[in-house]
């Protein structure tokens, strides 16, 4: 039964890394590129070279948001007639778009990073093992605010799910109750998120100490699992064709 | 089997079906007739657990349709396959689902009806398409399937092949057939029971060789009877 249910997500999932494979390219190029072209051009860590590696940490983090509103694209293309007839419930269809996503999110971000780590190694003025002690006391924050960044993705990707579905409900104005519903659902779970970690807003955080990033963490995952619960609720009892 | 419990649908102010009552025989070729816009696709979206009654209850073997999904082999009429998707990688991904996938009968049809595993989906005709559906509908040996208009806009050889492989492949007594279309004379010889439905009701059932003796008719001209005089 449980090795059923892991090919089922599997299939599931491999589809949809599958139709995600092309932007996935196009970040790991956009990092290939920049870095080489920042390393052959420019050998200095320059401006421009920062620049250049933001902006396209800035899609690598942009893109799986873009790529999670292709759920609604099911719909359009009639996929949907495929997937709700299969014999699964919303949980493995969410789930497994949920993880490719994330998947597309920890590459893009990774391959970025990698890329950037290299061009320091490559263009940095001393050797880098002179800046490993700088950097050492840090690394547990740093580690904390990357595991922190993956969940408010998860976070982002269940609410543009739930406001999809629930886009989904209605014949007319879909896509504007999708856009109200995915702005509402924004704000009301930030002031929860805001009340739960005991302030008013979750932006207007103290400093980042490890303890304040793990509870970030585990409010964050509460609240993109209540999320995602309800979205899996509405597509398994409310969406039909 | 299937049971249709005064059943009503409406999709907001559009009735689709109004109080339909029915009760679908096993192991049957049971032909789902009507114009269009007549509450046939609904009918069989409800069996296969993508529609919800607003009114009544839709059984399957007693249960809930979202909860027999794996025991429907449903054909849609539009285009629900992915167009990226090649027709083995389609094939790869439908079976992972379903324990009643046949392999032996996967590869008998997909040589039967002239297609090829590395055929890109979107790339095909439509008459492929058509093929390709039916191929991986087919290829289950689900207790029931469901066509819904799977001859609509099917040149009239692919029509015939496609005809060919459902009397091929259907199990009589272990398999029910629904098929819906509003093209009645191309499947005329393959029905055993009809239900004819104007505006989300049934307005005539039965037999179809009884049918036929009792009127002297074919199901055409007695659609065309029943219709004219219902509405």
């Given at each position: 039964?449980?090795?059923k249910?892991?090919?089922?997500f599997?299939?599931?999932?491999n589809?949809?890394?599958?139709?995600?494979?092309?932007?996935?390219i196009?970040?790991?190029?956009?990092?290939?590129?920049?870095?080489?072209?920042?390393?052959?051009?420019?050998?200095?860590?320059?401006?421009a070279?920062?620049?250049a590696m933001?902006?396209?940490?800035?899609?690598a983090?942009?893109?799986?948001?873009?790529?999670?509103?292709?759920?609604?694209q099911e719909w359009?293309?009639?996929?949907i007639y495929l997937?709700?007839?299969?014999?699964v419930?919303?949980?493995?269809?969410?789930g497994?778009r949920?993880?490719?996503?994330?998947?597309?999110?920890v590459f893009g971000?990774?391959i970025v990073?990698?890329?950037?780590?290299?061009l320091?190694?490559g263009?940095?003025?001393?050797?880098?093992?002179?800046?490993?002690d700088?950097?050492?006391?840090?690394?547990?924050?740093?580690?904390?605010?990357?595991?922190v960044?993956?969940?408010?993705m998860?976070?982002?990707?269940?609410?543009s799910?739930?406001s999809?579905?629930i886009?989904?409900?209605v014949?007319?104005f879909s896509?504007?109750?999708?856009?109200i519903?995915?702005f509402a659902t924004?704000?009301?779970?930030?002031?929860?998120?805001?009340l739960m970690?005991?302030?008013?807003?979750v932006?207007?955080a103290?400093?980042l100490?490890?303890?304040?990033?793990?509870?970030?963490?585990?409010?964050?995952?509460?609240?993109a699992a209540?999320?995602?619960?309800?979205?899996?609720?509405?597509?398994n009892?409310?969406?039909e064709? | 089997m299937?049971?249709?419990?005064?059943?009503?649908k409406?999709f907001?102010?559009?009735?689709?079906?109004?109080?339909?009552?029915?009760q679908l025989?096993?192991?049957?070729?049971?032909?789902?007739?009507?114009?269009n816009?007549?509450?046939k696709?609904?009918?069989?979206?409800?069996i296969?657990?993508?529609?919800?009654?607003?009114?009544g209850q839709?059984?399957v073997?007693?249960l809930?349709?979202?909860?027999?999904r794996?025991?429907?082999?449903?054909l849609?009429e539009?285009?629900?396959?992915?167009?990226w998707?090649?027709?083995?990688?389609?094939?790869?991904?439908?079976?992972?689902?379903y324990?009643d996938?046949d392999?032996?009968r996967?590869?008998?049809l997909l040589?039967?009806l002239?297609l090829?595993?590395?055929?890109?989906?979107?790339k095909?005709?439509?008459?492929?398409?058509?093929?390709?559906k039916?191929?991986?509908?087919?290829?289950?040996?689900?207790?029931?399937?469901?066509?819904?208009?799977p001859?609509?806009?099917?040149?009239?050889l692919t029509r015939?092949?496609?005809?060919?492989s459902?009397?091929?492949?259907?199990?009589?007594?272990?398999?029910?057939?629904?098929?819906?279309?509003?093209?009645?004379?191309?499947?005329?010889?393959?029905?055993?029971?009809v239900?004819?439905?104007q505006?989300?009701?049934t307005v005539?059932?039965?037999?179809?060789?009884d049918?036929r003796?009792?009127?002297?008719?074919?199901?055409?001209e007695?659609m065309?009877?029943?219709?004219?005089?219902?509405?």
């Amino acid at each position: 039964m449980l090795a059923k249910s892991f090919s089922r997500f599997g299939a599931l999932y491999n589809k949809q890394m599958r139709e995600m494979a092309p932007e996935m390219i196009v970040i790991g190029g956009a990092a290939v590129l920049v870095s080489l072209v920042s390393y052959l051009r420019m050998g200095s860590i320059h401006t421009a070279v920062l620049i250049a590696m933001l902006m396209v940490m800035g899609l690598a983090c942009f893109l799986p948001i873009v790529s999670s509103f292709r759920l609604g694209q099911e719909w359009n293309n009639h996929t949907i007639y495929l997937m709700m007839s299969l014999p699964v419930g919303g949980g493995m269809i969410l789930g497994s778009r949920l993880a490719a996503l994330l998947t597309q999110y920890v590459f893009g971000t990774l391959i970025v990073g990698f890329c950037g780590l290299l061009l320091v190694i490559g263009l940095a003025p001393e050797p880098v093992y002179t800046y490993l002690d700088l950097v050492r006391p840090y690394l547990d924050i740093a580690v904390l605010l990357y595991l922190v960044t993956i969940v408010w993705m998860g976070y982002l990707i269940s609410v543009s799910f739930f406001s999809q579905i629930i886009g989904k409900l209605v014949s007319r104005f879909s896509g504007l109750v999708t856009i109200i519903t995915f702005f509402a659902t924004l704000w009301l779970s930030g002031k929860v998120m805001g009340l739960m970690l005991g302030q008013q807003t979750v932006i207007a955080a103290p400093d980042l100490t490890a303890q304040f990033l793990v509870m970030l963490l585990g409010v964050i995952a509460l609240v993109a699992a209540v999320i995602l619960a309800l979205s899996i609720w509405v597509y398994n009892r409310r969406v039909e064709l | 089997m299937i049971e249709f419990r005064q059943v009503s649908k409406y999709f907001g102010t559009v009735r689709a079906l109004d109080n339909f009552q029915a009760q679908l025989a096993s192991g049957r070729i049971i032909g789902l007739f009507g114009p269009n816009g007549a509450g046939k696709s609904t009918t069989l979206k409800m069996i296969a657990g993508l529609n919800r009654p607003t009114r009544g209850q839709v059984l399957v073997d007693g249960l809930n349709p979202w909860i027999t999904r794996d025991r429907v082999a449903y054909l849609p009429e539009v285009d629900h396959l992915y167009s990226w998707m090649t027709v083995g990688k389609a094939a790869g991904f439908i079976s992972t689902f379903y324990s009643d996938w046949d392999q032996a009968r996967y590869q008998d049809l997909l040589n039967y009806l002239n297609l090829d595993e590395a055929m890109k989906i979107g790339k095909i005709s439509k008459g492929q398409r058509a093929k390709v559906k039916l191929l991986l509908t087919l290829s289950r040996r689900s207790p029931y399937l469901l066509l819904d208009e799977p001859l609509s806009g099917i040149d009239v050889l692919t029509r015939e092949e496609i005809i060919n492989s459902v009397i091929r492949d259907y199990r009589e007594g272990e398999q029910t057939v629904i098929i819906s279309t509003h093209e009645i004379g191309e499947v005329e010889r393959l029905v055993d029971e009809v239900i004819f439905i104007q505006n989300g009701k049934t307005v005539l059932s039965g037999n179809a060789e009884d049918l036929r003796e009792e009127r002297n008719m074919s199901l055409v001209e007695i659609m065309k009877e029943v219709l004219r005089s219902a509405s």
